[in-house]
């Protein structure tokens, strides 16, 4: 994923890079956004402020992971969404916080763009503004729900991996979490087929692949603690999805 990438800027000593990848996408399905502006600059800054919700989000994990002694340096922005790079500490409640605090970031902003889009709405109904920032307020609600899905490797799975840790251990916790994602990643693939989205098949493809490398990772893991070698600590990738482009 790190590949491919363009440097965009430095802050709090993490590096954030946007992957070739997004210009393809954005120039393919930013039409959609334009077309419910009168004036396509509001279609642009929509579909941007998408991917702003998501950094704001990925900074959430990587800042939580630094707070309990990790390292996050690195985030991505790719067309599905964005990935942080973080490494928290082997423990149960350092994993938990590293995972919880980007899907808290998109709560703390509930408030904000709610109340900002009602009071835009009240003073100039209609306008362009009034429907950026209800459509704003409505991706990030739809943001936080859908990560938020017990699937790994979305937030809600990774959060269900943390809690099961603590009464079923790192490795077995890995493998239930990789199961319940393979399944929900069937499922949604199914359903977007069904459904006609390619955008969704995509979106499945993706978390069914990062499923069944959770499972190898815990099958390794596992053998590794067979042979009494020490598992190493290697960076994780905390992938988040926007909602599907329109």
Sequence with gaps: MRGGTIRLFRFAGIDVFLHFTWFIIAAYY???????????VWGVLEYVSVFGIVLIHEFGH?????????IANQIVLWPLGGIAFVNPPRRPGAYLWSIAAGPLVNVLLLPLLGVMSMLI??????????????????????????????????????????????????????????????????????????????????????LLSRAWYGWQQAKAMTAMSRMQIPIPTSPGAQEDAPPSPR
């Design 121 to 206: 709405r009240a003073s100039a109904p209609g306008s362009d503004m009034a429907v950026f920032f209800h459509h704003l307020n409505v991706i990030n609600m739809v943001l936080l729900i859908f990560n938020l899905l017990p699937v790994f490797p979305l937030d809600g799975g990774q959060i269900v991996r943390g809690l099961l840790w603590f009464p079923f251990g790192e490795i077995r916790s890995l493998q239930i979490s990789s199961v319940i994602g393979l399944v929900g990643g069937a499922i949604l693939g199914i359903v977007g087929l069904m459904a006609g989205s390619v955008w969704w098949a995509i979106l499945a493809f993706f």
């Design 30 to 40: 930013i039409s959609g956004y334009i077309r419910q502006y009168e004036s396509p």
């Design 62 to 70: 990587a800042l939580a992971c630094r707070q309990v002694g990790g």
